[in-house]
């Protein structure tokens, strides 16, 4: 017995093993044989409904020891799961995922987001609710359009709407909201704006691995904590035995002679098709991801042994195919995720060849659990080699002739992405953290979780909230008074990638670019150049320097405040390829010019968290 904390709701994804069909029918079979362990049983309000365990339970069905305080659930007359809550807003729960430990859910109200305004959600918010604060604008029609956020029709009057401005946003509360009236603070579910909710939560590692065929989770109280028992379902009647054993066996062998009738007949049937189908299967396996199950995930990362890394829409671990190829398995964060990343993913990598973009080996979309195979790159990411260069240290990093070769190959995957498939697409997410490197360090483009297909003649695009990692993002992607959002946002993220590399943003210079009282970053490169400064890097080659200045050069230039300013990736690929010698200085960066803009970046840049939310419309 093990004393753990009260669990509280994380968003994170934990892989648990999932029973196999056979323990499962096992199970079903064995179950009424079962004694003395009846109270904390799985139970069901209906024979379709999720399956109810440990740390839920059904009040009036399960003791109160079999699930956690605010994890009670009830059953309504017509079946139906739902939270026990003390008040009239009604939950129902939809499906239950025990292996990714989230509960899918749904609300009948008409308008959800009017009936919580009069409701305290503090209470269930420590179990089941992930709070997150929103300002409510009362705004017009025509001033709804120029803003990212969350618009709430049930709310809205005549000739206005309502928007929702999650807190985190601060740039919509520093630039002017015309037409737009503040009305309150509220604080609503992080994910209420959404058609399919899904929250999560965590239960304590004494319980992990516990339940299987022999063992239950229970809790008992203890204080103010709270103590797991994991303990031994009661054996089965030994008169029963055989009688189950006898049962299962039947039940096997009937389910064998069938299946060897459906293979008879379906090979007995097999056409000129099915073999022109194999065939084309056969030639184009190349260029089609697979699609792996849950199992086929669990098994090629060894129940998910060793972790790679960790980011905001979910977790990479380590993988090796039956081949023995070894693959990077990116499990996606199903809470966090609209069911689009994955989309996204595999539609814009099923078109994408290039030297210069990591491959897509597969997928998996099986229940609650997605994931995406990619190739494994032994070099890592971007960012964990240019740490070294941009803090004066050269015995642990690239020489420059190297980060240069990675820096025109990373323009060159971009630029394909922009005009070298069937559809242009936007990146928004470029930063050395998705620049991985293979053996031989050539660059290669990831993570397409928040990419975005647009047809080939389209020059702009419309987004409904901002995307990307702060420090990388374009002015324009915050709001459209910066400019139209378009292939040049990549530019600008790619032109903040080349000025990290030169070492404008280590750790004795990256703290002045989200300090409202210090330069712009951008602009201080800019300054250090005009002075013939080096920005305190250690230089002893002259060609290393002749490097760095082009870098840093063309840098500038794709940080342009001014889309129209800044250069194509083509343009950019033509520049980095040349000897630097023709490039002309730059304009000095808009923020010299306008303190009040660059405060403004500065705040959002600070304000805003690493990772924005996804872009879901196209034009």
């Keep these: 017995?093990?004393?753990?904390?009260?669990?509280?709701?994380?968003l994170r994804v934990r892989p648990r093993i999932i029973p196999s069909a056979a323990f499962l029918a096992f199970y079903l079979l064995a179950l009424p044989s079962l004694v003395g362990c009846q109270q904390c049983s799985e139970s069901r309000c209906s024979s379709g409904g999720p399956p109810v365990r440990f740390p839920f339970r059904i009040v009036g069905r399960q003791a109160e020891h079999c699930g956690y305080p605010g994890f009670d659930l009830a059953c309504t007359e017509d079946g139906k799961t739902k939270l026990s809550l003390s008040f009239p807003v009604s939950f129902f729960i939809d499906e239950i995922s025990y292996a990714a430990n989230q509960v899918q859910i749904h609300t009948p109200d008409v308008c959800f987001a009017k009936q919580l305004l009069n409701l305290d959600l503090e209470p269930i918010a420590s179990s089941l609710l992930h709070l997150a604060q929103y300002t409510l604008y009362n705004c017009s029609s025509r001033a709804v359009q120029d803003y990212s956020a969350h618009v709430v029709p049930c709310l809205a009057g005549r000739g206005t709407k309502v928007i929702a401005v999650g807190s985190y946003y601060f740039v919509l509360q520093t630039l002017s909201l015309v037409g737009c009236t503040k009305m309150y603070d509220v604080s609503y579910p992080s994910n209420i704006f959404s058609s399919?909710?899904?929250?999560?939560w965590s239960i304590p590692e004494a319980c992990i691995g516990c339940e299987s065929d022999t063992k239950i989770c229970s809790r008992t109280a203890a204080g103010n904590q709270t103590a797991i028992h994991c303990f031994d379902a009661p054996r089965r009647s030994s008169s029963r035995v055989p009688v189950i054993i006898g049962t299962i066996a039947g039940i096997s062998v009937l389910f064998v002679a069938a299946g060897v009738i459906v293979v008879f007949i379906k090979r007995s049937s097999e056409s000129e098709k099915d073999a022109d189908l194999e065939k084309f299967l056969e030639d184009y396996k190349e260029r089609m991801p697979t699609r792996f199950t849950y199992t086929d995930i669990r098994r090629m990362t060894n129940n998910f042994k060793?972790?790679?890394?960790?980011?905001?829409?979910?977790?990479?671990?380590?993988?090796?195919l039956p081949s023995g190829t070894f693959v990077a398995v990116k499990v996606l964060d199903y809470s966090k995720s609209s069911g689009e990343d994955l989309?996204?993913?595999?539609?814009?990598?099923?078109?994408?060849h290039h030297v210069n973009v990591v491959r897509l080996v597969g997928f998996c979309a099986d229940g609650l659990t997605q994931a995406l195979v990619f190739e494994y790159l032994t070099n890592g990411s971007l960012d964990k080699h240019i740490s070294s260069p941009m803090m004066g240290d050269k015995t642990q990093s690239l020489d420059w002739k190297k980060l240069h070769e990675i820096a025109v190959g990373t323009a060159k995957g971009i630029e394909y992405l922009h005009h070298g498939c069937d559809h242009r697409i936007l990146h928004f997410d470029i930063k050395p953290h998705n620049i991985l490197l293979d053996p031989n360090f050539i660059p290669k483009v990831c993570d397409f979780g928040q990419a975005k297909l647009?047809?080939?003649?389209?020059?702009?695009?419309?987004?409904?909230?901002g995307?990307?990692?702060?420090g990388y993002i374009a002015p324009e992607v915050y709001s459209r008074n910066f400019g139209s959002v378009s292939t040049k946002s990549d530019v600008y993220s790619f032109g903040m990638l080349l000025l990290e590399m030169v070492g404008a943003t280590t750790s004795n210079f990256s703290s002045t670019s989200v300090d409202s009282s210090q330069t712009y970053v951008p602009e201080r490169v800019y300054n250090l150049m005009e002075q013939g400064g080096e920005m305190g890097i250690r230089i002893e080659e002259d060609v290393d320097r002749k490097i760095v200045k082009k870098l840093a050069m063309v840098g500038l230039w794709c940080t342009q405040w001014s889309p129209v300013e800044r250069p194509s990736m083509k343009g950019v690929v033509q520049m980095l390829e040349g000897d630097g010698d023709s490039l002309s200085m730059p304009p000095k960066p808009l923020a010299s010019a306008n303190s009040q803009v660059t405060k403004m970046y500065s705040v959002q840049a600070r304000n805003l968290n690493t990772s924005l939310d996804i872009i879901s419309e196209i034009e």
């Design 343 to 352: 989309v996204n993913e595999v539609a814009t990598m099923a078109e994408v």
């Design 196 to 200: 399919r909710v899904v929250w999560q």
């Design 1 to 10: 017995m093990r004393l753990e904390k009260q669990p509280k709701l994380r």
């Design 306 to 320: 060793t972790k790679l890394g960790q980011g905001g829409y979910g977790t990479v671990y380590k993988g090796k």
């Design 467 to 470: 995307r990307g990692t702060r």
């Design 454 to 465: 647009c047809a080939k003649d389209q020059s702009a695009v419309s987004l409904e909230i």
